[in-house]
């Protein structure tokens, strides 16, 4: 049975073992730590299989945090491939949907990229709407050779009133 649970350190050694991520775990985890968010894992048994993050401090793109600026936003949701299509994605949003209601908040955004026609087909089903707002990032990472890369994407918010 699948269980989804905010992330704690030692869960970190497990996602590393099974889901390699050059250190992203530990940036969501040390954003958790803080108070700026809330690193949910969602567990089949001992095995991670979906994972995201609630933004309490707003929408990351500036275009989208101008624009709705009472919402909190959901990033970094991921599904493992073999795993995708099985409700796991829903059951994370709903689970980012309960925290964000029991602290009083009304709107959710959840950015998808323009190449993600899956991902956006999914938050649309679950009620989430768009909103035109389109915000567009760089940042860098290391690949699985460890090879620094920087990627730009382009992402448009979607909304719910929860």
């Not at 992330?7 to 730590?33: I, K």
């Amino acid at each position: 049975m699948m269980e989804i649970r905010a992330c704690d350190a030692g869960d970190l050694e497990v996602l590393n073992r099974e889901w390699p991520s050059n250190d992203v775990w530990e940036g969501h985890m040390r954003r958790q730590l803080t108070g700026e968010a809330t690193f949910l894992v969602a567990w089949d048994g001992d095995e991670p299989v979906g994972v995201g993050m609630l933004q309490w401090k707003g929408c990351a793109g500036e275009k989208a945090h101008a624009a709705l600026p009472g919402a909190v936003e959901v990033n970094h949701l991921q599904v493992r491939e073999s795993r995708r299509g099985q409700g796991i994605g829903t059951a994370l949003v709903a689970a980012f949907e309960e925290l964000a209601r029991g602290r009083g908040i009304t709107q959710m955004v959840l950015a998808v990229d323009a190449d993600n026609p899956a991902a956006r087909a999914l938050y649309l089903r679950l009620g989430y709407e768009a909103t035109g707002v389109v915000d567009t990032y760089t940042y860098s990472y290391r690949d699985d050779d460890g090879v620094e890369r920087q990627a730009t994407e382009a992402s448009e918010a979607l909304v719910k009133e929860l």
